[in-house]
């Protein structure tokens, strides 16, 4: 018979409720600590900027490591770095000790994680890179340790409580190795100049790739976009709005540049019987709100819904329409 999970007498929800209150608590003192490190130690702040400029001007990639709950904290901090310029990919130590050790070559940079610093299964790693003469960056909590006295930065983290009542689970320990990967990849990432445009090289899928994408990877161009010029009669005006099916027109100048437009709510408040023979200048609005082509598609929904518009017409510099970009095309990419 299997194991039963029996409610514990008196745990009540206002029981489970302070418990978590307390890890979080917990942690949020734990993350206070580190920030406070940072101001406090200078030889931590010191490691930090050593850090990054060491990963920063190698040629290699950044080779990340560790053992349990810092070996899966490494992979994500690979993940991050490498999702953000910095080429990086996780190792575990183990398999590093059967064979791993040949990717690792004198350009690359290690990041070790240990929170004691004594982990056994790190040492073929340490030798490897004493042997070829690999920079090793350490993330642990104790200064004295094996791992940081054989780093060339050892990044020494504050000692907190666990949120474990035991103290046993690698539990804020793990976030602030977390937090201070996280902050060297943003750092290198800075440093870098890396920009939106290089972000949505590496996430082309998903909603974060739809927002990264340019207005004009999804506007409609060329004869999509209904446009007419000024003097031309509003019965014009009306059967380009119903063919093209944007609930709106263009109207341009003499030069090509778009000065008004009319919509929907133009004909509304226009209607009259003479409407129809009208010159299209006297109904449109002018000053229309307009987007450029490289705007990304998220500000370009943020923009609709501030203004409470539904259609944006795209113009280049001068001003004339490049195409014209629908609130729908925007949903349908997966913006929103």
């Given at each position: ?131 070829f003469k690999v920079p090793i960056v350490s993330i642990s909590s104790n200064r004295d340790s094996i ?30 190795q977390l937090a201070v990967g996280d902050a060297l990849a943003i750092a290198l990432l800075e440093r ?88 299209v200048e006297e109904v449109m609005s002018r000053n229309p709100r307009v987007v450029h082509g490289d ?42």
């Amino acid at each position: 018979m299997g194991l039963r999970h029996v409610k514990a007498e008196g745990h009540s929800s206002g029981a489970v409720l302070a418990s978590i209150g307390r890890t979080l608590t917990t942690a949020t003192n734990g993350i206070k600590a580190l920030a406070d490190h940072l101001t406090t130690d200078e030889v931590f702040a010191q490691s930090l900027v050593d850090a990054v400029e060491l990963i920063g001007d190698r040629r290699g990639r950044v080779v990340v490591s560790g053992v349990g709950k810092s070996g899966h904290i490494g992979r994500k901090i690979a993940a991050t770095m490498a999702s953000t310029g910095t080429s990086a990919y996780f190792v575990h130590p183990t398999e590093a000790s059967h064979g791993d050790l040949g990717m690792i070559i004198s350009d690359d940079v290690l990041i070790l994680l240990s929170w004691s610093g004594e982990t056994a299964e790190l040492a073929n790693m340490l030798t490897y890179a004493k042997r070829f003469k690999v920079p090793i960056v350490s993330i642990s909590s104790n200064r004295d340790s094996i791992l940081a006295r054989n780093s060339d930065v050892a990044l020494v983290l504050p000692k907190v409580p666990e949120a474990c009542p035991h103290g046993l689970a690698p539990t804020t320990s793990a976030m602030l190795q977390l937090a201070v990967g996280d902050a060297l990849a943003i750092a290198l990432l800075e440093r870098r100049g890396f920009s939106a445009e290089d972000f949505k090289t590496f996430h082309p899928g998903g909603k974060l790739g739809a927002q990264l994408r340019l207005v004009q990877e999804l506007a409609h161009v060329a004869e999509q976009v209904p446009l007419l010029a000024v003097g031309r009669p509003m019965s014009d005006a009306v059967i380009e709005m119903s063919a093209k099916g944007f609930g709106v027109v263009g109207i341009v100048d003499e030069s090509g540049v778009l000065i008004g437009v009319i919509t929907d709510g133009d004909l509304r408040r226009h209607m009259a019987g003479n409407l129809l023979v009208q010159p299209v200048e006297e109904v449109m609005s002018r000053n229309p709100r307009v987007v450029h082509g490289d705007v990304l598609a998220s500000a370009a929904m943020e923009f609709m819904q501030e203004h409470k518009v539904t259609v944006l017409f795209l113009v280049d510099e001068a001003g004339i329409p490049a195409g014209i970009l629908h609130i729908h095309d925007l949903l349908r990419a997966g913006v929103a």
